[in-house]
């Protein structure tokens, strides 16, 4: 069963820079979430995606902005990177907002 | 802005022994969701409670959702080494947006 797809799996910035980072839903789901999840913490939620729109946003700066495509897979962009931008970042997929989610295995962003 | 925390951070216990972690709310919630996350894993979903009051049972874990719906609890009886890994709870807000709130975890380690 093709869960939740993200890509890459690691990555390594250098400060100032920019980075996209790609996210396939599960099969069915058409609701797309990211959250941001330091060493020891809970994830903390970027934004979500629903019909191609931003329906929620977390206390993220403008920096971080993404975008949900006509199959539902999704972007995260975070421009000018910062050290503490540093993470794992997580994609997860759901049938709608209000349902359990599916997480894919992260992104390991370090940024040097 | 909604917050939800847990305790507690950390728990140790022998094999065999129970295990309880908290869920609080700084607001109503329309629903709640545990998840799992293993040693360099993903959140992996358990269940979701919507009903004031609700008890669900999956096997040896039982989920209580508060009668306010402002806290949770997860109990796991007769510990086992493959419980070990962290429980977060996670929040929806009473407005129903699908913006899911993490709370920072506990952490279950089992002894042998």
């Known amino acids: 069963d093709a869960g939740v797809t993200q890509s890459p799996t690691h990555l390594i910035k250098t400060r100032g820079q920019q980075v996209t980072l790609r996210c396939s839903p599960k099969?069915?789901?058409?609701?797309v979430s990211w959250y941001q999840q330091a060493l020891g913490q809970g994830p903390q939620f970027i934004f979500q995606?629903?019909?191609?729109?931003?329906?929620q946003r977390g206390n993220f700066p403008d920096r971080f902005s993404g975008h949900q495509f006509p199959n539902y897979s999704s972007e995260l962009n975070v421009n000018a990177l910062l050290l503490g931008d540093s993470a794992l970042y997580l994609c997860?997929?759901?049938?709608?907002?209000?349902?359990?989610?599916?997480f894919g295995s992260g992104t390991r962003l370090t940024v040097v | 802005g909604q917050q939800v925390m847990q305790i507690p951070q950390y728990q140790h216990v022998q094999e065999g022994e129970d295990f309880t972690t908290y869920c609080n709310s700084s607001?109503?919630?329309?629903?709640i969701q545990w998840y799992k996350q293993r040693p360099g894993g993903h959140p992996v979903f358990l269940i979701q409670?919507?009903?004031?009051?609700e008890v669900k049972k999956q096997k040896r874990l039982t989920f209580q959702f508060g009668e306010a719906k402002k806290n949770s609890s997860l109990h796991i009886t007769a510990t086992q080494t493959t419980d070990v890994g962290t429980y977060f709870c996670?929040?929806?807000?009473?407005?129903?947006?699908?913006?899911?709130?993490f709370g920072q975890g506990t952490t279950l380690q089992v002894k042998p």
């Open positions: 997860a997929s759901s049938k709608g907002p209000n349902y359990g989610y599916t």
């Open positions: 099969s069915g789901h058409d609701t």
């Open positions: 995606y629903y019909e191609e729109e931003e329906r």
């Open positions: 607001t109503t919630l329309s629903n």
């Open positions: 409670l919507v009903k004031s009051g």
């Open positions: 996670a929040g929806q807000g009473s407005s129903n947006t699908g913006k899911l709130i």
